[in-house]
Nanobody, 125 residues
Framework: QVQLVESGGGLVQAGGSLRLSCAAS????????MGWFRQAPGKEREFVAA????????YYRGSVKGRFTISRDNAKNTVYLQMNSLEPEDTAVYYC??????????????????WGQGTQVTVSS
């Protein structure tokens, strides 16, 4: 099993920045990618960003490109999401996720095997 612990959420004004962290523990050798999803009130969970563990290839949804940056520290089994130029539309619960399987689509939540508890990000106008 893999356990994910998230931190870094909070309240920020529009245009501000937050840095989310997600530390993985347990059988982390099985993880080949980690990512971030978010869910706003009354909406479906949506893909935000992901990164492969060995190569470090990154992927983003279009609305966050140029504003968010995902990175990982393999030695610490930790993934980060640096969020700049935050907008009220970014308000959501952000979930860290880890993928162990191969050949699944990186931007689909059903491809991920482990999930964190979520951290609230609120952006005021």
């Amino acid at each position: 099993q893999v356990q994910l612990v998230e931190s870094g959420g909070g309240l920020v004004q529009a245009g501000g920045s937050l840095r989310l962290s997600c530390a993985a523990s347990g059988r982390t050798f099985s993880v080949n990618a980690m990512g971030w999803f978010r869910q706003a009130p009354g909406k479906e969970r949506e893909f935000v960003a992901a990164i492969t563990w060995s190569v470090g290839s990154s992927y983003y949804r279009g609305s966050v490109k140029g504003r968010f940056t995902i990175s990982r520290d393999n030695a610490k089994n930790t993934v980060y999401l640096q969020m700049n130029s935050l907008e009220p539309e970014d308000t959501a619960v952000y979930y860290c996720a880890a993928r162990s399987g191969r050949g699944s689509l990186i931007g689909i939540d059903s491809s991920y095997d482990y999930w964190g508890q979520g951290t609230q990000v609120t952006v005021s106008s």
